[in-house]
């Protein structure tokens, strides 16, 4: 079924482990989806994993280089989507990386930077090259996945909840500023684990596929799932995403 049939998709981050599930999912329901990346073996990967949904549906993946952790480099990568697609539909931002290691009052002061470059300053440039789209057509719909530690806390990996309680306040930021316009703002909440390609040990069979998360965002864009209006959708398991 095409349910995205005609829908320019971005996805951004979209090589990683969540991200590549998410644009399986979308190419499958028909949709253009455009991916940036920084290496070229990650791309390769992902066009090799998207192939055969590619091939039995009208849906179609294009890669494009460019780098989400810069913002010079992501308004390259807005004018040539601008030039070949004219617009974006649907923007998808599934970014970041997981920390371990220190607690907050003797962590060294690169690692904090790291984790605020990859998990935050990525989704602000991410605003800046696709939320910014919008707002000239003022349309379209937005999705910041997101996990348990923006609400969640644990030692040694606080950073990554500070980051990710400041992700879901951006989503509420964009919110307020889509005010009078047609454009969504979604934060998807995922509390579990994900079953990715990689995870391949210790999998809760319950726990959301990638795939999953793909379908769940698809529903959100054409509005047959539970309270579209809400900005933030909290995920727990497949079965539980079923009921
Ligand atoms: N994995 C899970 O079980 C899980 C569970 C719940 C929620 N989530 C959420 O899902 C989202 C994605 O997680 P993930 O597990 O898929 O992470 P991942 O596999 O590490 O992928 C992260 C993506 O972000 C990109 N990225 C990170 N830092 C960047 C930077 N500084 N500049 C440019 N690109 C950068 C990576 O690009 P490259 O591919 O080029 O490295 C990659 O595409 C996060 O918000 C996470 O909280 C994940």
């Not at 910014?132 to 644990?154: D, F, K, P, T, W």
């Amino acid at each position: 079924m095409e349910r995205l049939k005609d829908c320019i998709v971005v996805v951004a981050g979209g090589t990683g482990s969540v991200g590549e599930g998410v644009v399986r999912a979308l190419v499958r329901d028909g949709a253009t989806v455009v991916v940036p990346y920084r290496n070229d073996e990650k791309r390769l990967r992902l066009e090799e994993y998207v192939r055969d949904v590619a091939d039995n549906s009208g849906g179609r993946l294009v890669c494009m280089a460019a780098d989400v952790g810069n913002l010079e480099s992501m308004m390259g990568f807005r004018a040539e989507l601008v030039d070949r697609f004219g617009r974006v539909d649907l923007g998808v931002a599934c970014l970041g990386g997981w920390y371990y290691g220190y607690s907050l009052h003797n962590m060294p002061v690169e690692h904090w930077d790291q984790v605020i470059n990859d998990n935050l300053k990525t989704h602000f440039i991410c605003v800046r090259t696709l939320v910014s789209l919008m707002h000239e057509r003022h349309q379209g719909v937005y999705v910041m996945i997101n996990g348990g530690a923006a609400e969640l806390i644990a030692p040694e990996t606080g950073a990554v909840s500070i980051a990710a309680a400041a992700q879901l306040m951006t989503a509420r930021v964009l919110k307020q500023e889509a005010r009078g316009t047609d454009i969504r703002i979604h934060s998807l909440m995922v509390y579990n684990p994900v079953k990715t390609r990689d995870r391949r040990t210790e999998v809760v069979d319950d726990w959301l596929s990638a795939e999953e998360v793909g379908d769940y965002i698809t529903s959100l864009y054409v509005g047959s799932a539970p309270n579209t209006d809400k900005t933030i959708h909290r995920l727990y398991t497949s079965s539980n995403l079923r009921q």
